[in-house]
């Protein structure tokens, strides 16, 4: 079989455009001898721990999990290899063309998703997400290496809801400290490393916003009681975050199937502690990637009642900080059979 070509290398570029990640500083995709590279433009944040380095890294895995599917329903599948030299760490992958074969049908149902899958906040109905389609979130992290643990049950959820809101005050009193001559201009999407919240990601909340995304305001009860969705990796290094934006995606593309909605809470992974915290609660040994909240989204039209009935028939089948606050452990979560 040859090598990839113009046409492949557009299909590919273009589908990993439309992953979540910054307008500016993705990675790029070129030929080499046959086969596609994923290059960075800035190094430091092929290995670098800070948020927005791995936050850029999860963007980049994601892109080539949709360059992946792209190059699969042309029927030429591709073989990855992830930073396969490391004295270049500019390049994040090497996408060479595997056997030519027809594509699976969940590489065509999620490659259709591509265009619509998406992370903006919506409001969520009172419809609870169906353990089936629980355990096909499960199964999507799982087929790119990465677990999966779905928090249930309301005090689990505040218990994740207290790391999430302190991890964000953490975040918030770091941003305040920094001169904002060290913060970049206004606008601009490539904060000083360590220095704070980063915009890596669309749909990163507000300062505001990280509680109210598991308990808002309003005595909506029926927004109470959310399915929180924790997605991790077995270890934690540059490459595995790659593999985790590739999990990560897999798992918005088979919500977006599946016709739910997903919203991405990253502060508890910005803060080292939080994010130890999480992993240490959840039994885990390997790292938490991402935390989510999945659920239908309730049209603005929509009473609890109305969204109730439409979603049903929608589809049959830094450096360390001090953590006095937070709960020792979780309630251990179930992916799959947990209402």
């Known amino acids: 079989m040859g090598g990839y070509g113009q046409a492949d290398l557009a299909h590919a570029a273009a589908a ?8 500016d500083g993705r990675p ?14 800035q190094p430091w944040a092929a290995v670098s721990s800070d948020s927005a380095a791995h936050a850029g890294r999860l963007a980049a895995g994601a892109g080539i999990l949709n360059a992946r599917l792209a190059l699969a329903v042309r029927g030429r599948p ?9 004295d270049e760490p500019d390049l994040f992958a090497r996408i060479q063309p595997g056997a030519a074969r027809a594509p699976t049908r969940i590489e065509q149902d999620l490659f259709a998703t591509v265009p619509r899958c998406s992370v903006l906040p919506v409001p969520f109905g009172p419809v609870s997400v169906p353990i089936e389609v629980r355990r096909r979130l ?10 999966l643990d779905l928090i249930t049950g309301r005090s689990a959820v505040a218990a994740v809801t207290q790391i999430a809101a302190t991890a964000h005050q953490v975040l918030v009193g770091a941003h305040s400290r920094v001169r904002p001559a060290e913060r970049g201009s ?44 924790v997605l991790g990796s077995p270890m934690d290094t540059p490459t595995e975050d790659l593999r985790a934006g590739q999990a990560l995606q897999r798992v918005l593309l088979t919500v977006a199937d599946v016709h739910l909605a997903a919203y991405l809470l990253p502060q508890v992974i910005d803060v080292p502690a939080a994010r130890e915290q999480l ?9 938490p990637q991402m935390v989510l909240r999945v659920g239908y989204a309730r049209a603005a039209s929509e009473s609890p009642a109305t969204a109730a009935v439409t979603t049903r028939t929608s589809r049959e089948d ?18 799959g059979d947990v209402e």
């Open 78 to 86: 591709a073989l990855v290899r992830l930073r396969p030299h490391r």
């Open 138 to 147: 499960a199964a999507a992290a799982e087929a790119e290496h990465g677990w």
């Open 279 to 287: 992993r240490l609660a959840l039994g885990r040994s390997g790292p």
């Open 16 to 23: 990993a455009a439309q992953a979540p990640g910054p307008d």
């Open 28 to 41: 790029t995709y070129r030929l080499h001898d046959g086969g596609i590279d994923v290059l960075v433009d």
């Open 318 to 335: 830094g450096s360390k900080v001090s953590w006095a606050n937070g709960p020792a452990a979780l309630p251990r979560p179930v992916a």
């Open 186 to 229: 206004v606008g601009s999407s490539h904060p000083v490393p360590g220095h704070g919240p980063c915009p890596a990601l669309p749909g990163r909340p507000n300062a505001a916003s990280s509680a109210r995304a598991f308990v808002p305001s309003g005595g909506d009860q029926s927004e109470c009681d959310p399915l929180a969705v």
